[in-house]
Nanobody
Framework: QAQLVESGGGLVQAGGSLRLSCAAS????????QGWFRQGPGKEREFVAA????????YYADSVKGRFTISRDNARNTMYLQMDSLKPEDTAVYYC???????????????WGQGTQVTVSS
C-alpha cells in the first residue's frame, strides 16, 4: 500500500515561490497517476494539478495555470509542485494524492498524504 508524505510548505509573501514535495513509499508507485489538491479555510478540498505516470500528461486548475508546475521524478519516487507568483488566495493545506487514474476528481484517488500548510501573506 502506497504511503505519501508532503513537505515544503510554509509562510511566504505574495509574489513569492514555494516548492512542495510528495515522497511515496510502498509498491507500484510508478503505475499511479498523482495529483495535488488543496483545502482553504472553510472551503471544500479542490483540485490543483495532476500528472500521469510518465509525466507526459498534466492537468491544472484554471486558478493556478501559468503559475504552478507539477512534475515527478520516478527514480526518486517523488512528485513536486512548483508554485510561483503566489497569491493570498492560494493559502490552504496542500495534499498529494495517488490513484490508478489520471483525473481531477478527488474521489478517484485512493491514497492521500497528511497535508502541508501553505500561507501567503499580502
Amino acid at each position: 500500500q502506497a504511503q505519501l508524505v508532503e513537505s515544503g510548505g510554509g509562510l511566504v509573501q505574495a509574489g513569492g515561490s514555494l516548492r512542495l514535495s510528495c515522497a511515496a513509499s510502498g509498491p507500484s508507485f510508478r503505475i499511479y497517476g498523482q495529483g495535488w489538491f488543496r483545502q482553504g479555510p472553510g472551503k471544500e478540498r479542490e483540485f490543483v494539478a495532476a500528472i500521469s505516470r510518465s509525466g507526459g500528461s498534466k492537468y491544472y486548475a484554471d486558478s493556478v495555470k501559468g503559475r504552478f508546475t507539477i512534475s515527478r521524478d520516478n527514480a526518486r519516487n517523488t512528485m513536486y509542485l512548483q508554485m510561483d507568483s503566489l497569491k493570498p488566495e492560494d493559502t490552504a493545506v496542500y495534499y498529494c494524492a495517488a490513484g490508478e487514474l489520471l483525473t481531477v476528481a478527488k474521489d478517484q484517488y485512493g491514497y492521500w498524504g497528511q497535508g502541508t500548510q501553505v500561507t501567503v501573506s499580502s
